[in-house]
Structures are given as C-alpha cells and as structure tokens.
C-alpha cells in the first residue's frame, strides 16, 4: 500500500484489510514521505496488528517506486495491491486466492475482479472485467473493460520476482496498464466476477492530467513499439486509440503528426492505407458531434 499524506482516508484503507475473511496476510504501508500524521496513524494501528509492516522511503519518489519497494518486501506467495484511499470488500483477497488454487491453468499468473466507484461517499459507477481471448492482445490493442486497475490485481510473486516486473517510474500515466501489459505478455489472466473493491474519488483529487496521459501514450508507443510490430491488428487499434486522445486532449495537428510518425511503422500495403483513411476521418473531429459519437459508440 503505498501512502502520500492521506492521514484521513488511510485508515479506512488499513481496516478493509483488517477485516478480511481471508487471514494470512503481511501488510506493507510505503510511506512515500508524507508530511501530515500518516506516520502516527499507522503507528497506532501497528499496536493493534502485527501483520502491518510499515516502511517510509528516504525521499519522496512517487507511488511506481513505493509499490517497487512493497513488492521487494513482500515475503507471500501471492502479491496484491491497494491505494491508501480505497477500501477492499472484506472478500477481496480470498475471493481471488480461491481461484488461483482452483485453477489447472498452470501458466496463470494474475487474477482481477470487479469494482464500484464512489464519489464523496456516493456511488456512481460500477466495473466488471469482460472475458477476452488473449489479455495480452486486448492489452496491446487498449481495448477497454479488462479490469487492469492496480488495486483489482492479485498477482503470484514468482511472476513478478523472476520476471524482474515492477511499475515502471518513468511512465507518467497508466502505469497499471503498463504492469499488467507485461505480466500478460507470457502469463494468463483470470477474473473474479464479483465487485471486491471500493474506489472513492474525491471532488478535490485524482484530477485527470491530459498532459500525463498524451505523454504516456507517446513513452508506451516507443516502448512496446516491436512488440506492436509483431501484431498488426493490435498495432492499428493502439494507434487508432492513441491519435483520438490527443485529437481530443490536445489537438487534431498533435493526433495527425502521431498517424504520419506510426505510418513508417507498418510494413502491410492495407495497414497503411487504413491508417491513411482512418487519418482523414481525424480530420472531421473538428466538427464535435463527429467526435464525441466516435469516442461513445467506435472507439
């Protein structure tokens, strides 16, 4: 669990642990440097449990480096996540070891499930991962409803460890998306079709950076650039995907200069003339209605 100056709805965080059908467990706090009573909370409830582990980092060096450092000190078999303002449902943690003890696929190395969204304490949305064929081509082709938010996950520690996979601190934005891209890159993905986690959003915060995300999309395309090569179809989705973002957070230039950069990445005839049609169809994003449909009904 890493932890920013979240005094107030960390505690809440620390007890849906507490209160887990599911027993054995170590609870790692990072305290990536915080400057309110985060210190002094966790304390308190250290007195209560033993199985609350904290550590605070020696400088402030954002949430990738603090769940770096939670993964380094996790001693269980199984890995999963939590941010210091959400809650598990007290089955959370059971509900996803069952099925990694139940299943026969021997390669499957991290299990989802679904959540609600809360806004001030009221709910507003609800989301369930949908069945796909292959993650890791879901993943790659950004498509949606897969269940890759950090706190859904429960990974197995081996795949994490051996593999050398950690949340990259250089990603400015999706970086849940980047960790569970490479896990399913040679392991398989399952999901618990219950709503086990509470996500609470506040008025004040998690305010959504278009600057990060238009940054990210640009880092994800140069990082996995060959292995989007290797698939053509998951290639054009992702760019697809990529473009209209920046046509809507920043600019139909900013999405056309993306298209004709990607265009010298494919080598198919086809692929480079439904890359052109589809960079026509950018075109008319200047017209609101034209994008808004594309981003709620296409996309």
């Known amino acids: 669990m890493p932890t920013y100056n979240r005094e107030d709805s960390l505690k809440f965080a620390i007890q849906s ?13 990072v305290d990536d440097c915080s400057t309110d009573n985060t210190v002094q909370v966790v304390r308190e409830l250290q007195k209560e449990d033993e199985r609350i582990i904290f550590h605070r980092l020696q400088s402030n060096s954002g949430a990738c480096a603090a769940r770096n450092k939670g993964i380094d000190l996790a001693k269980g078999k199984f890995i999963t996540f939590l941010d210091s303002d959400d809650e598990y449902y007290p089955e959370k943690v059971e509900k996803q ?24 304490n009221l709910e507003y949305n609800r989301r369930m991962p949908e069945y796909k064929k292959n993650y890791y ?35 400015p934005a999706m970086q849940d998306w980047d960790f569970l891209l490479r896990i399913c890159k040679n392991f398989n993905f399952q999901f618990v079709p219950e709503y086990l986690v509470k996500v609470n959003h506040h008025s004040n915060a998690r ?16 990082k996995y650039k060959t292995w989007l090569t290797q698939e053509p ?13 920046k046509a809507h957070h920043h600019s139909i230039k900013n999405a056309i200069d993306f298209l004709n950069s990607a265009l ?8 480079k003339i439904e890359i052109r049609i ?5 075109y008319t994003f200047r017209l609101k209605y034209i994008k808004l449909f594309y981003m709620k009904y296409l996309k």
């Open 17 to 29: 642990v507490l209160k887990q059908s599911y027993n054995v467990w170590e609870l790692i706090i």
């Open 278 to 282: 589809f960079k026509t169809m950018i």
């Open 97 to 120: 070891i069952e099925i990694f003890k139940k299943s026969d696929d021997q390669n499957l190395g991290v299990v989802s499930c679904g959540a609600v969204d809360f806004r001030d």
């Open 233 to 245: 179809e998951a290639h054009k989705s992702f760019v697809k995907d990529a473009s209209v973002i």
């Open 264 to 271: 010298k990445d494919f080598s198919g005839k086809k692929d």
């Open 207 to 222: 305010v959504y950076n278009s600057s990060n995300v238009l940054s990210a999309l640009d880092e994800q395309y140069s």
């Open 137 to 171: 081509f879901a993943l790659l082709s950004k498509e949606s409803k897969i269940g890759a938010g950090t706190p859904f996950l429960m990974v197995r520690s081996n795949v994490l460890k051996a593999e050398g996979i950690l949340f990259d601190p250089k990603m």
